[in-house]
Each structure stands twice: as C-alpha cells, then as structure tokens.
C-alpha cells in the first residue's frame, strides 16, 4: 500500500505542478517575450531625453533618413568587398587594386562615422534649452547604446 500512495502522492504532485505551469505561461507570458528582448537605441535616446510627441516625430524622420544613407553606404561595403575578396581567385593578386579597394573601404566606413556624428548632432539640435543637459549625458552612454550586444554563451 505504501508503492500505491507514494505512486499517487507524486502523480498528484506532478499534476499540480503541471497546472501551476500552464497557469503562470497563461497569464505572464506575454510579460516573459521581451524579458531578454534588448530594448532599440531609439526608445533610450527617447526616454533619456524626454522628447515631447513632435520630437519624436522629428526623430523619427532623421532616423529614417539616416537609416537610409547608412544602408546604401553599407551597400557599398558589400559591393566593394566582394571586389577585393573576388581579386583572390586570380593567380596573381594585383597590390595595387588590392590597396586600392581596402582604401575605398576605409573612405566609406569614414563616411559612415561622419554620418552617425552628423545624426547626433541633428538630434541634439531637436533638443530644447533644458533636454541639453540630458544629451550631454547620453553622449557618455553613446557607443555602449549603439554596440551590438554581446552573444550569449549558452
């Protein structure tokens, strides 16, 4: 008799915490889905800087335009690194369109620092007189914001 309540007592154990599960995924899992969600660069600088409905929509268009700008510049880094890396099939690597190539590369990367800087400095003209002393911390913060997150080492 004892197998047979000991057999019970855990299947009733087993049930409960079964149920308790389902409970909890119920009714807290959509709290769960952006748990480990990293929160965008454009909610911080947002909330950092307390921008009012017509910043925001401010911001937004500068965020497209500079999304667009960054995207074709990155265009041209695909592009142009297909070209060096396609100079390795040849025999008889040419040094001089190999430097060539990586010194194209080097201009466009720097355009797309002039670039996210130029941004930066639009978003702060969006500021008003007392959001100044906000964007000035956040430029502390700008490069940890902006980094991609680290990969998880599972």
């Given at each position: 008799?004892?197998?047979?309540?000991l057999?019970?007592?855990?299947?009733?154990?087993?049930l409960?915490?079964?149920?308790?599960?389902?409970?909890?995924?119920?009714?807290?899992?959509?709290?769960?889905q952006?748990?480990?969600?990293?929160?965008?660069?454009?909610?911080?600088?947002?909330?950092?800087?307390?921008?009012?409905?017509?910043?925001?929509?401010?911001?937004?268009?500068?965020?497209?335009?500079?999304?667009?700008?960054?995207?074709?510049?990155?265009?041209?880094?695909?592009?142009?690194?297909?070209?060096?890396y396609?100079?390795?099939?040849?025999?008889?690597?040419?040094?001089?369109?190999?430097?060539s190539?990586?010194?194209?590369?080097?201009?466009?990367?720097?355009?797309?620092e002039?670039?996210h800087?130029?941004?930066?400095?639009?978003?702060k003209?969006?500021?008003?007189?007392?959001q100044?002393?906000?964007?000035?911390?956040l430029?502390?913060?700008?490069?940890k914001?902006?980094?991609?997150?680290?990969?998880?080492?599972?």
């Amino acid at each position: 008799m004892n197998k047979i309540k000991l057999l019970t007592f855990s299947v009733i154990l087993l049930l409960i915490l079964n149920i308790s599960t389902l409970v909890f995924f119920v009714f807290y899992g959509n709290q769960l889905q952006g748990f480990n969600k990293r929160i965008e660069p454009k909610e911080i600088i947002i909330k950092k800087l307390g921008f009012d409905e017509q910043q925001v929509k401010e911001y937004q268009e500068l965020i497209h335009w500079h999304r667009g700008n960054i995207d074709n510049l990155q265009e041209q880094i695909r592009n142009t690194k297909q070209e060096l890396y396609s100079e390795l099939v040849k025999s008889d690597v040419d040094n001089k369109t190999k430097d060539s190539l990586i010194n194209k590369l080097a201009n466009i990367q720097k355009e797309i620092e002039i670039m996210h800087f130029k941004h930066f400095q639009d978003i702060k003209k969006l500021c008003k007189k007392e959001q100044l002393d906000r964007f000035n911390d956040l430029t502390q913060e700008l490069a940890k914001i902006f980094s991609k997150p680290k990969p998880r080492n599972d």
